[in-house]
Nanobody, 122 residues
Framework: QVQLVESGGGLVQSGGSLRLSCAASGFAFSIVDMGWYRQAPGEQRELVARITSGAMTNYIDSVKGRFTISRDNAKKTLYLQMSSLKPEDTAVYYC????????????????WGQGTQVTVSS
């Protein structure tokens, strides 16, 4: 079955950096488009970055130039390098597959891991 294990979060000062990892298993990772989501308290979960099986990337405007999504298919691991962090980046970060319906992207799997907490202090 699908398993996604996120790690790498923590408490960091504004302007700092973190690297998140997501270990995937139970599906053909190398051919699945993947994404990083985040959910802040009281907010809906949002897709912040996605990467295709061919390593094409896309980001929401608020993280462009600061976040970099990447993948290692041999290790079945997804990464999110975050730099110049801001307090508004504070959230629980999750990974999941992504799939497109029309012009919108949705989570591929019903399963969600436990996420990893990122807290940015001002």
């Amino acid at each position: 079955q699908v398993q996604l294990v996120e790690s790498g979060g923590g408490l960091v000062q504004s302007g700092g950096s973190l690297r998140l990892s997501c270990a995937a298993s139970g599906f053909a990772f190398s051919i699945v488009d993947m994404g990083w989501y985040r959910q802040a308290p009281g907010e809906q979960r949002e897709l912040v970055a996605r990467i295709t099986s061919g390593a094409m990337t896309n980001y929401i405007d608020s993280v462009k130039g600061r976040f970099t999504i990447s993948r290692d298919n041999a290790k079945k691991t997804l990464y999110l390098q975050m730099s110049s962090l801001k307090p508004e980046d504070t959230a629980v970060y999750y990974c999941n597959g992504v799939r497109r319906y029309g012009s919108a992207w949705y989570p591929r799997y019903d399963y969600w891991g436990q996420g990893t907490q990122v807290t940015v202090s001002s």
